[in-house]
């Protein structure tokens, strides 16, 4: 019987099976020899093949996720459909992985979560802060449309004279003064 596995795996399955002999081999050859082999194994047609065959065969797709230890709509996804449609879905994949991160990190001051792990609290007590005054807050409006709260420390120079400071609930209309100390 002919094997199932394309003329690249076999090589690095071959290449693997040589250093598994020799006792002496470089451990850092055997890393190699084992990521080469997982690398052709992962774009290796006959796991396509093996999967539509299950397929054929009315295999469930949980039984298909089962044996190649995904979940059945991540099996789906990687392997259902023509190879047109899974050819798509990979090149989709790929443009999403390396568009950048959508916030931006060039910003003034903190954003609430930064802020609430800088001092060490919650988030609810950032905007507590704010309507104390310790803290200023205002959001950052990008020419695209998208708006990011920002936090400062009172008095910040980042935080800038037009600074509003942020209610604690919505709709509030509380200003950012400072209340007055208990006992004054």
């Known amino acids: 019987m002919d094997s199932f596995l394309s003329a690249t795996t076999t ?3 071959q290449r693997l099976l040589t250093l598994q002999a020799d006792a002496d081999g470089s451990p850092l050859e055997r890393l ?11 774009q290796d047609p006959a796991t396509l ?11 469930s797709w949980n039984e298909i996720a089962a044996a190649t ?13 023509s190879d047109e449609e899974i050819s798509a879905r990979l090149a989709a994949g790929r443009k ?22 800088a001092r060490g609290v919650s988030a609810q007590a950032i905007y507590l802060q ?41 709709g509030s209309s509380r200003s950012a003064a ?7």
């Open 11 to 13: 090589a690095a399955l």
């Open 96 to 117: 999403r992985s390396v568009r950048p991160s959508s916030v931006p990190t060039d910003l003034p001051g903190l954003s609430v979560a930064e802020a609430a792990a």
């Open 69 to 81: 230890g995904l979940k059945a709509p991540a099996a789906k996804w990687r392997w259902g459909g």
């Open 49 to 59: 093949v093996a999967v539509r065959d299950a397929v054929l065969a009315k295999t």
């Open 178 to 184: 400072p209340e007055p100390a208990a006992g004054s």
């Open 130 to 170: 704010v309507r104390r005054g310790t803290l200023v807050s205002r959001t950052v409006t990008l020419p695209d449309g998208r708006s990011y709260k920002r936090v400062f420390p009172a008095g910040a120079p980042d935080a800038g004279p037009d600074t509003v400071a942020a209610s604690a609930a919505p």
């Open 32 to 42: 190699r020899a084992i990521r080469s082999l997982q690398t052709a194994l992962e």
